[in-house]
């Protein structure tokens, strides 16, 4: 099941006229967006919903005895160890039992440590990064206590459960359990966000996966090295604009429910250092990253060889959260060198003296630096990655595919980046001054023609796996 097949098209009209006739009523609206995000969740695979429901009663009973016990904190680190472990159990625990086997036969220990096959349920790093959310803003005041069913839909909220945005307890769930009437929100910016979802995941992220990084990156080796050029920065397009398209159209579909999602993405490609980068790439991560992790670990507090060394912890943690797999770890620490680097440079030439004289030089550097690190977070193994980086370099094969064309097209999108933004602005002002009978023509012929140029298929979100 996908976010673009019709039968959730069809399933989600249907919700929505149902749930638009119970406006008058909040809880009632709650209680069928519940409904709906489990049965969605089910539709999936049934054990998924009954592991969360499980993870949610037992959530809801350790917040519970954190209010009420003389030490809060001691019920505190229960409920974020359970989901911690929930995630380790699910996600890592071939990860860390391979690992732990690789050292025991490096010690010359013969022991077989025993394999268990265990169901990962998908979105478990989103809901889990969520439910830590919860219970640290609980434990600090900051949200009240949530009954089982609220918490269950702030859980499970079928929009952000896949892929997200993480939403924070202090804004979705008090949105979620606001006994104010809700309204759609911003119409004509949720419809100008569907199309433009459409045409960045059906269209462009789906052309440039199978036209250049599904074919090059499985054999790179027989490709020209300007064909494995092209690849490398063909990911890196797509991933953007697969999990930027992804992001629109939850946020779209959030809205015309009456609820505002978090910003998730602020033009990445523009950074001027990987600083900047993770200010504007996944950014409902990167500061989770920052509150839960960074700052827990001191942060700068300790002075600023302990930053660095927290820094570096916290990016590491950041590549482990995508997968359970080395090459994650390799991606999370190129980006935590990278930017312990940056700090380094701070320190000996002033703050970003390459961004003050050279600003051009230093969002190009940048956009170099971390499309190299995606080499590794596509590549199927790190073998795969050194392969792929071996093949940019060699001699290769002849030319098969149009790889001067799309290099020449590679520049000018990234040339044109600063006016996506403007322009994406502009068209959705265009679309609010038209007249109500003519939206839905424009909108749907806009649709249509994505789909008739767009490759067969419905391609699945890059970011569902985690």
Excluded at 41 to 56: P, Q
Excluded at 90 to 111: M, V
Aim: glycine content about 8%; overall charge positive.
């Amino acid at each position: 099941m996908s976010y673009l097949s019709i039968e959730f098209a069809l399933a989600f009209l249907a919700f929505f006229a149902l749930y638009w006739l119970c406006r008058k009523r909040t809880d009632w609206q709650n209680g069928l967006l519940l409904l709906a995000s489990y049965a969605f969740y089910a539709k999936l695979d049934w054990r998924f919903a009954l592991i969360l429901a499980i993870y949610t009663v037992l959530l809801t009973v350790v917040s519970a005895r954190m209010l009420d016990s003389i030490r809060p904190k001691r019920w505190l680190r229960v409920g974020l160890l359970m989901a911690v472990g929930n995630l380790a159990v699910f996600k890592y625990f071939d990860f860390f039992r391979e690992s732990a086997q690789a050292g025991l036969h490096a010690l010359g220990i013969a022991a077989v440590l025993p394999a268990v096959d265990f169901l990962m349920p998908v979105g478990i790093s989103f809901y889990t990064f969520q439910s830590v959310s919860y219970l640290v803003s609980l434990y600090r005041g900051e949200v009240r206590f949530a009954r089982v069913r609220e918490l269950g839909l702030f859980l499970a909220f079928f929009p952000t459960l896949l892929a997200g945005p993480i939403c924070r307890a202090s804004g979705l769930l008090e949105q979620l359990r606001s006994g104010a009437r809700r309204h759609i929100l911003h119409l004509d910016r949720a419809l100008g966000l569907v199309v433009l979802a459409l045409a960045k995941k059906l269209w462009l992220a789906g052309w440039l996966a199978s036209a250049w990084v599904d074919p090059v990156f499985s054999a790179p080796e027989t490709y020209h090295p300007l064909e494995v050029w092209a690849a490398f920065y063909a990911y890196a397009f797509q991933i953007y604009l697969d999990f930027s398209g992804y992001t629109d159209l939850v946020t779209a579909l959030a809205l015309l429910l009456g609820i505002q999602l978090p910003r998730n993405f602020d033009a990445p490609y523009l950074a001027h250092n990987l600083r900047d980068f993770w200010r504007r790439w996944h950014m409902s991560l990167s500061s989770w990253i920052r509150d839960y992790i960074y700052i827990p670990l001191g942060g700068n507090r300790l002075g600023f060889a302990r930053a660095q060394l927290n820094l570096l912890a916290a990016m590491l943690l950041s590549g482990l959260w995508h997968g359970a797999s080395l090459k994650y770890l390799v991606w999370g620490g190129m980006h935590g060198l990278g930017v312990v680097g940056l700090n380094l440079g701070d320190r000996l030439l002033g703050k970003e003296a390459l961004t003050r004289r050279w600003a051009w030089l230093a969002r190009l550097l940048t956009f170099h630096y971390v499309c190299l690190a995606w080499v590794f977070f596509r590549a199927a193994s790190l073998e795969d990655g050194w392969s792929f980086l071996e093949a940019m370099a060699g001699t290769g094969q002849e030319l098969t595919l149009n790889a001067p064309g799309f290099l020449a097209l590679t520049a000018a999108a990234f040339i044109g980046l600063p006016y996506l933004s403007a322009a994406r602005e502009h068209g959705i002002a265009q679309l609010a001054r038209l007249p109500w009978w003519g939206k839905p023509s424009l909108l749907a012929g806009c649709a249509l023609l994505i789909i008739v140029v767009s490759p067969p298929g419905i391609p699945g979100f890059i970011y569902y796996q985690f």
